[in-house]
């Protein structure tokens, strides 16, 4: 989708991205008000070095989460982000600052935060039900109980006929659902996803958008989502965290002025489209010297073979 919304004299102007309909600074008003979930203070993540030196992958970052909010976290390569979900789902530790849920410090992993990856991480040795009901069995739920859960989570992602199935008899889309299904399972306070859909086709990645707002809907939990993909973005969030890179800072952290619910229609209108072009320009920054590579610089020629026309 080209971002370019306003240099043809036809198109009208777009909207200020920060400017919302009254309904939906309202609903910014409520979420506000709702108790907050997740506290980021102070973080910072350095990283050592084999010639004794240190990098820094995210440097002094503070933001809050509500109850129930969904915020997308993006960013150019190299910002953290995948250093940020490791740490808030206690893979690693902090160099300084701290996590706090419901006011209590992380420490490692635990039940009140869910993770899903890019990658399938189900056990292909384990049926669809056997891997849903996995963490509450490791818990010491009883067997009856973690299998009558279960069911209602299958239900809820659409994937009730399937619980005998095995990884390997289902699609992309279909994996990612059970494994959405697994995390939510053992009732965690956040939901954390890192590029969940990033390794499916487009059709696919569309419907599993789909699917995770109709998910979200329906339960309580906080969601966390890490994405490259700018529409993604603004078609899940409420706020989107956006990450400049070296070190990862917060860049700007925008209150998405597209109204709920949202509709694969709304990605032609004009807060849509306000939105997407500040978080293009503040991704994809002109070049500041000539040292920086431009969209328009032009790429060294090598020809291979000689095709016999000039149709190129």
């Known amino acids: 989708m080209s971002t370019s919304h306003s240099t043809s004299p036809s198109t009208s102007p777009l909207p200020d991205y920060r400017a919302q309909s009254p309904s939906v600074a309202v609903r910014f008003a409520k979420l506000k008000e709702r108790p907050v979930v997740l506290t980021v203070e102070n973080l910072t993540r350095r990283f050592s070095k084999p010639d004794g030196t240190e990098t820094t992958a995210i440097e002094n970052l503070n933001f ?51 993770m899903v990856f890019q990658g399938y991480t189900l056990f292909p040795w384990k049926t669809v039900m056997q891997n849903v009901m996995f963490g509450p069995l490791m818990r010491g739920t009883d067997y009856a109980e973690a299998r009558r859960d279960a069911l209602q989570w299958l239900g809820l992602v659409g994937l009730s006929k399937f619980a005998d199935a095995y990884p390997n008899q289902l699609s992309g889309g279909m994996k990612q659902r059970v494994a959405i299904a697994r995390a939510l399972a053992n009732n965690p306070r956040i939901l954390l996803m890192d590029e969940p859909f990033g390794a499916l086709d487009a059709q696919t990645r569309a419907q599993m958008q789909k699917h995770l707002l109709q998910i979200w809907k329906n339960v309580d939990v906080t969601i966390l989502f890490i994405t490259h993909d700018l529409d993604e973005a603004i078609y899940l969030a409420d706020r989107i965290l956006v990450l400049k890179a070296n070190p990862g800072r917060i860049n700007e952290l925008i209150e998405v002025p597209v109204p709920r619910p949202r509709d694969p229609s709304q990605f032609t209108s004009p807060e849509f489209l306000a939105t997407r072009a500040r978080l293009d320009a503040l991704i994809h920054p002109p070049a500041t010297s000539a040292t920086e590579p431009t969209s328009t610089e032009n790429l060294p020629i090598i020809r291979l073979t000689q095709a016999g026309d000039d149709v190129e």
């Not at 910002?79 to 789902?89: D, H, N, Q, V, Y």
């Open 64 to 114: 809050v989460t509500h109850r129930r909010e969904f915020v997308c976290i993006l960013g150019p390569s190299g910002c953290g982000k995948s250093t940020l979900i490791r740490l808030l789902a206690g893979l690693d530790t902090p160099t300084s600052g701290r996590l706090l849920l419901d006011g209590k410090e992380v420490h490692g992993p635990g039940p009140d935060r869910g």
